[in-house]
């Protein structure tokens, strides 16, 4: 395994009464294919908003390749290194596909670059990567709900992150997308860690090395995917999790 | 997909067709109809700026009339002290720009109705300012007797109508040149950027509120600017020029034009103008019944403006998405 990337140390977050996210203890390391699944309510996009800076944790800490980052909001988290995708993609619906690529990559770019708009061939090469290239010049509005999906992946990889954050990327997807998703996660490189939350089982098995368990706010297990599908509790709450339907 | 940018052929003739019929109207009109152009030349800046902040940055705002007016008053006391035309222009745009980066921090954390309701506030609170103020503004009397100047050192005193006409008219254009050329820089797609979607300028590392305030502050230089202009074609300035029913006039000129087009927001103004000015005076006292109606009609008959229809016309782009 790689340094840690990602740590939540203790994290919490409590509205009221409630607790989210309870003590939660979290490491994702460099490299990693790490997923964090659980039934509804299980408090995952709750952990993924407090990774990204977009809630803050009522207790613990949050730490970025070693580095405390529990007051930062998400812009800086941005800037030092995690990409993210929402549940529904948040794009620039006014602008073109290119533009939302070049848009996300400028806080990490030089301001010549920035400003002259040149060397727009590693968005374009971004984009082509997912299957995108035909749309470089479509609005993001215009876009369908699978390729919107890909083009969020698209910007949130364009700032080169050294930690990824993908919220159920295949909510809403046909199965012909879930297969273009899973060929265009396929393409990440290694030296990015990615961290996802979601439901779709088989992309689950097919792109995750490392499992975390969430129920109720708090971690369950993490493992490899078939020791956390041996796992008798895990087992447990996903038939409870099913009675209770 | 760049709503102020006029891309197409027809839209970029349109606008040589206006610019050119602006600069000669001179020679076939008389002077009671340029004082009246000139005089909205101040306006159509107020407007610029009010489309700025509302359409292109999406904070809808009532309170560009407060860097207006001090832009206005801050000519005033220049062309107090014989300074030309061209240093008014450009120190009421800095005192306004850095009254609205001193108001700005409050405005740029509030979205919508809040952000609608802080900028009147402003607005207001401006108005109140200028009629209390004796000592610097003149209290209610506002500055009455704002002496005539050139408009570059060394010029000719402003006095002849015409003369007046070409340098506010001149002036305004240039304003909204460059106003239009920030707007197609990457600095516009970032202003863009931020209206559209928040969330994803913020993970993408971008800073949003820092970006907004930077756009305050221009928008206030560009009403500013206004300011000086209303200055150098009335001659005077009294907190009626700065109050609600202006702010309200031009917000809906903006919504008329259509409100993400500083085009559109110049073509409102002089929609809105032409009505107050030829059709209200046969309706005495009525002129507030029928800038309203005038009003929801441009709400219901003219979705997305003026501009809009230009769009449908060809003579824009338009916006996708919005």
Known sequence: MGKPVLELRGTGRAYGALKAVDDVDLTVHAGARHALIGPNGAGKSTLLHLAAGNLRPTAGRVLLAGRDVTRHGPARRARLGVGRTFQTPALIGSADCLTNVALAA???????????RRDHAPHLARLDALGLADDAATPAAALSHGRRRLLELAVALAASPRLLLLDEPAAGLTDDDVGLLLTALGTIGAEVAVLLVEHHQELVRAFAGTVTVLHQGAVVTTGTPAEVAADPRVREIYQGALGAA | MIPTRLRTPLGIAAAVVAVAALLLLPTV??????ITVSRVAGLGLLAASTALMTGVAGLPTLGQI????VGAYTAAHLAHLALPGLVQLLGAAAAAAVFSLATGAAVVQTRGVICLMVTLAIGELTAITAGQWTSLTGGTDGMPRVPAT???PGGENLVKVPDV????????LAVLAVTMLVLRSPAGTLIRGCRDNEARMRASGHRVSLTLLWTFTGAGAIAGAGGALLVSSQRTVSPSNVGFEVAALVLLAVVIGGAASIPGALAGVAAVVAVRDTIAPKLPGEAPLLLGVLFIAAVYLLPGGLSGVAARLGLHNGEAGA
């Open chain 1, 106 to 116: 400028w806080p990490a770019q030089t301001f010549r670059a920035r400003w002259l």
């Open chain 2, 29 to 34: 009109a008389d002077n009671y109809t340029l």
């Open chain 2, 66 to 69: 407060a860097p207006y007016a």
């Open chain 2, 150 to 152: 050139p408009a570059l």
């Open chain 2, 165 to 172: 006409y070409t340098y506010t008219v001149v002036a305004a």
